[in-house]
């Protein structure tokens, strides 16, 4: 039973990093979105080019090589942790959470040593109002995963004895 749910995280991680690259890919290569600047596909969602050196809200701005592979690195040992985590966890609603984070970290991850940078460009707006940066499917899916997590561990921890008064 352990082992099918290491392989079915394992899987989500690997869809959402195959997901994530090709996308990034299509709007790299056959769209040419960073040569365009923004392409409006809807009133509300534009495919927007933004090359992000930082992680979000632009924290943690790698503005130098050393800062970049510090960065990777950081994410990388996330990734290790989020790994180990999977590999321990029971719960398919939390195995699924975590490959949704780790397989987003990865490609975010293969972007930056790539690149130098991660691609965005998925840009929700109403009219000039943008409530939500720029983003990718990555950071989708590492949001999506983290809110299951916190939902979860939230709403539906377990019932545990009323502690004894002494």
Do not use: C
């Given at each position: ?18 997901i994530d690259q090709f996308v990034k890919w299509l709007v790299t290569h056959p769209l040419k ?24 809200m632009g924290f943690l701005r790698a503005d130098s090589e050393v800062s970049r592979w510090a960065l ?95």
């Open positions: 039973m352990r082992n099918a749910m290491r392989q079915f995280g394992l899987s989500i991680a690997a869809l959402v990093l195959l979105l960073e040569q365009m600047g923004s392409i409006e596909l809807l009133p509300f969602f534009s495919l927007t080019w933004v090359e992000n050196y930082g992680v979000s990777v690195a950081l994410t990388a040992a996330i990734s290790i942790g989020v790994t180990v985590w999977m590999w321990r966890e029971r719960n398919r609603s939390d195995v699924t959470a975590l490959g949704l984070v780790l397989g987003g970290a990865l490609g975010n991850i293969i972007d930056r040593m790539r690149l130098g940078h991660v691609v965005d460009f998925a840009d929700l707006h109403i009219g000039g109002w943008r409530p939500f940066l720029v983003f990718n499917v990555a950071d989708a899916a590492i949001t999506i995963g983290v809110l299951i997590l916190l939902l979860r561990a939230l709403l539906l921890r377990d019932k545990q004895a009323p502690a004894e008064k002494i």
